[in-house]
């Protein structure tokens, strides 16, 4: 009986966190459970397999057109628009509004020139609003993306890799005459203004400097759009690149800091 109740608490927990990080990975489990009992000729992993089987069937051959139904759609990917990271993709964490994929393509011919790309993080699920894509609470809407900073080789070649394997949690902190909002912030008790450095998975090309000249010129390219709601960066950063449209605010500590990567938001 206790064994039976302590399977089901697992079970129960697993699919609350399939649903939290993918959205639809709990779906998918308790799919994967009802095709498992039908099965007569069970072999080894054959759960496990099942439940992958399953999920990939889902997020690449039917969320994508369901997703339609909610208003939203996967980020049109092209040779300057691309996720930071596949997982962002395997994860549905991909979804937009057709609108926000028109703005990045508008943004993407006026970066033409330039040789700089779009790398996206987290935008939003497929499906539902108000069901957020954490840790980012406002992502809930299809209107959010976040975009990675724009990175140089030490000669100055423009990049478009990150310093992290998720794209986030390497900070380009304030230097020293700088406003140190982090420290504020985190005076005043908002521990987790810093969150992101949790979820680096794995810091990567180290030999990448922060590039003013790149992502000034991305910023400038997004603030370009009348579909652009708002910009959140670090406000060092809005200092440092000499950047003053009323359209880049600033977050408030209840946030997360933003000088690893940018937030944009659809009108
Ligand atoms: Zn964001």
Do not use: W
């Amino acid at each position: 009986m206790v064994k039976k109740v302590s399977l089901y608490l697992v079970k129960f927990s697993l699919i609350i966190f399939l649903t939290i990080t993918t959205q639809i990975g709990g779906v998918a489990f308790l799919l994967a459970e009802l095709l498992h009992r039908s099965i007569k000729k069970k072999i080894r992993y054959s759960k496990p397999i099942l439940f992958l089987l399953v999920y990939l069937f889902l997020t690449l051959l039917v969320v994508p057109s369901l997703a339609s139904v909610f208003g939203r759609e996967p980020i049109k990917h092209s040779s300057q628009i691309k996720p930071a990271s596949c997982m962002t993709v395997l994860l549905n964490r991909n979804y937009v509004k057709p609108e926000l994929n028109d703005l990045l393509s508008r943004t993407e011919k006026r970066l033409r020139s330039s040789g700089i790309s779009m790398s996206y993080l987290d935008a939003n699920f497929p499906f539902f609003d108000g069901f957020p894509l954490l840790p980012h609470l406002s992502h809930n809407d299809g209107k959010k993306i976040d975009l990675s900073l724009i990175y140089q080789t030490k000669k100055g070649g423009i990049s478009d890799q990150q310093k992290s394997i998720s794209g986030y949690g390497v900070f380009e902190g304030p230097k020293m005459s700088e406003h140190d909002q982090i420290t504020v912030c985190k005076k005043q008790g908002y521990f987790q203004y810093d969150f992101q450095k949790l979820i680096t998975f794995g810091k990567i090309n180290k030999h990448l400097e922060f590039s003013e000249a790149g992502t000034k010129t991305l910023l400038k390219a997004l603030l370009k759009d009348k579909s652009l709601a708002k910009i959140f960066i670090e406000p060092h950063l809005k200092t440092r690149l000499r950047l003053n449209d009323k359209k880049i605010r600033y977050h408030g500590c209840r946030a997360v800091r933003h000088d690893d990567h940018i937030h944009l938001e659809l009108k």
